[in-house]
Structure formats: structure tokens, C-alpha cells
């Protein structure tokens, strides 16, 4: 049974030591080819940061860490775009 991941928020993290995560890449995918425009407004510990990190390494072009996800046999092209992170935690 994987373990639950209650002390990151980072997806590469997640992956790499193989803790539990719940597949969204199906609707982050639908996101990235059908919208224009997102505001992303949920309460505290909702996986808004998760969901950031997820995003980072699709747009990095980081396609190994999604092997066996919804994303990874889609037909999304694994390009690299840049990435501006701007963590207010710290």
C-alpha cells in the first residue's frame, strides 16, 4: 500500500518515492488544450500546490515522471516552455 503524501506538495517528490497520487492529468490535459484564462480559488491544504508543481513538470517537459498516468500516453507533445515559480511560503 503507498503512503499518503502529508508532508510535500512537490509532484516530482510524490513520484520519485512513490507515494500515493490520485490521477488528475486527464483534466490538467483539457485544461492545457481547451481553456484560455484560470483563476485557481480553493481553501487551505485543497492541492492548489500540488496542482502548480504538476504543471511545472509537464511544462518542463519532465515526461518520465508521469509514466503510468492519464498524460503520459495522451498526445500531448512533451515540450520545454520555461517556468517562473513564485513560492509566497517561504
Known sequence: MKILPL?????????????LYVDKTKWIYEMLINGKLYFLSRPRR???S????????????????????????SDYEWKKHPVIVIDFNE
Open 50 to 73: 500540488l496542482l502548480v508543481s504538476t504543471l511545472e513538470n509537464i511544462f518542463l517537459g519532465n515526461k518520465e515522471l508521469f509514466k503510468g498516468l492519464w498524460i503520459y500516453s
Open 7 to 19: 508532508d510535500t506538495s512537490s509532484f516530482r517528490n510524490i513520484r520519485l518515492e512513490n507515494k
Open 46 to 48: 485543497f492541492g492548489k
